[in-house]
């Protein structure tokens, strides 16, 4: 089976990636025509709109040859006029430029191979959202391979998401001797009420699955005061934390008056949903305040 399909903008990320890692939220949150969600296949963090077109190829385990799928959809770059080639990943370059990344999954008897192309999609949103400054944050999770990118439309601008669609058709038929002709599915009641798309559209937008699917991170970070220095390493497991380690050094406060400033925070942070911090009763005052605000910022960011 062959589905070739487009999408609203959203950022997709892997099954066992790290959202706070792989995407810029500040950005995100200043597009709210954009959506965030995680996929059941593993593989890297991609940008998708409708200028850029995705394929998925299903075929049963036995005979899923993931090198295989990966050249019908190169044959089918070359025939559009392309000089195009993939690599030891089955990603597709052109000269030095990504224009297709690949992700998999298998279940049971089957197998998918699935992945973008770019066509006309807007290279600088993708950049903006899947930029992030976060080298102190080290997780167990897979991290997405950074590559610049091209559009097809750049090497030849006539390539339309029509024309790479009936390449891919062609290619595909001719790879498996499939004489069918393609159906165009339209979105309808009938498919949306169906049990199983039913279950996929509740849990896929879960904070359960959205955050709590994120491996295990550890995140380090400081910052300076007027009334001293701080450095928190944030521990967190299936996005809840577990430990906020504090180092304080300052010349206004004694030692006292640090060791219940750790005390008081250290506990608070424990156990709640990385990015979301309590609201405090009664108001917060003084290094309390400027702390947690601080915490809140790193978290959200």
Known sequence: MLLIYRDEPCVVIGRNQNPWKEINFEALRARPDVSFIRRRSGGGT????????????HLSRASFDRHKTAQVILRAVRSLGVDAHVNDRNDIYVGQDKVSGSAY????KRAYHHGTMLIS????????LLRTNKDTMLTKGVASVRSSVCNLQQHNPSITHEA????????????YGIDEAPCVIE???QLLNLEYIQKGLLELPSWEWSYGQTPEFTYTMGTSFA????????????????????????????KNAIEDLVNTVE????????????????????????????LRRLMAS
């Not at 999954?105 to 049971?108: G, L, R, S, T, Y």
């Not at 790479?164 to 790879?175: G, R, S, T, W």
């Not at 009334?227 to 380690?245: K, L, S």
């Open 46 to 57: 991609v940008y998708h709109d409708l200028g850029n077109t995705n394929f998925s190829i």
């Open 105 to 108: 999954k298998i279940v049971n």
């Open 121 to 128: 999609t807007q290279l600088d949103t993708l950049g903006n």
């Open 164 to 175: 790479f669609a009936e390449a891919v058709i062609k290619a595909f038929q001719e790879e």
């Open 187 to 189: 979105e309808n009641e």
């Open 227 to 254: 009334w001293g220095d701080v450095t928190a390493e944030i521990n967190a497991r299936h996005g809840v934390i577990q430990t906020c380690g504090l180092r304080i050094a300052s010349d206004f406060l004694d």
């Open 267 to 294: 506990p608070n942070m424990k156990g709640q949903r990385y990015g979301y911090l309590r609201d405090q009763s009664p108001p917060l005052m003084g290094p309390q305040r400027d702390l947690e605000g601080w």
